[in-house]
């Protein structure tokens, strides 16, 4: 870390990506949203989108185009079971992909899951000058995630290098 370096508040959106979760019987959301503010993040917006691959390129693509959000952090949905299509609605949004980021989660799940974590279709990418982080749905997951990988990523002080210094730079042309 460089602390000699400003922090940067980044505008933070989180879709729950459930048919059966709520604001009430949520978890991974929350933990989600406790480590987004515990960080200095700002959480702009909370939805809760059902698993319909139609309906959450809907929501996305209403999110990407708000000047005032940085990131949308989705969790659930990114599965193999047959309404499981998180990661099938992200890539027709993103504009570029980011693998290195599904490859140290599966890394991270590996360690904790053994092999179990190949099921994870987590990934990453760009839209509209926003980052988009799509997550398994489970509570640990979503910690692991922002513990190991987003928490430094999202931290404009992290060194070598981290994805906020980016940002001014992500629709150059």
């Given at each position: 870390m460089n602390e000699n370096k400003d922090f940067v508040i980044l505008n933070i959106s989180i879709f729950v990506?459930?048919?059966?979760?709520?604001?009430?019987?949520?978890?991974?959301?929350?933990?989600?949203?406790?480590?987004?503010?515990?960080?200095?993040?700002?959480?702009?917006?909370?939805?809760?989108?059902?698993?319909?691959?139609?309906?959450?390129?809907?929501e996305l693509s209403n999110s990407i185009n708000k000047k005032e959000?940085?990131?949308v952090i989705l969790t659930g949905g990114t599965g193999l079971t047959g309404r499981d299509s998180t990661p099938e609605a992200?890539?027709?949004?993103?504009?570029?992909?980011?693998?290195?980021?599904?490859?140290?989660?599966?890394y991270v799940s590996f360690k904790k899951i053994g092999t179990s974590s190949l099921q994870s279709r987590a990934l990453a990418g760009l839209a509209n000058g926003k980052f988009i982080f799509a997550l398994p749905g489970?509570?640990?997951?979503?910690?692991?995630?922002?513990?190991e990988i987003?928490?430094?990523?999202?931290?404009?002080?992290?060194?070598?290098?981290?994805?906020?210094e980016l940002i001014p730079r992500l629709n150059e042309n």
């Open positions: 990506v459930s048919d059966s979760r709520n604001q009430r019987s949520d978890k991974s959301g929350k933990i989600l949203e406790e480590n987004i503010l515990e960080s200095g993040h700002q959480l702009k917006e909370k939805k809760f989108v059902t698993d319909d691959k139609e309906l959450i390129i809907k959000i940085d990131v992200v890539e027709e949004v993103i504009e570029k992909k980011i693998p290195g980021f599904g490859e140290i989660f599966r489970s509570p640990s997951a979503c910690k692991d995630a922002w513990n987003l928490k430094f990523q999202l931290d404009s002080r992290t060194k070598p290098c981290n994805l906020v």
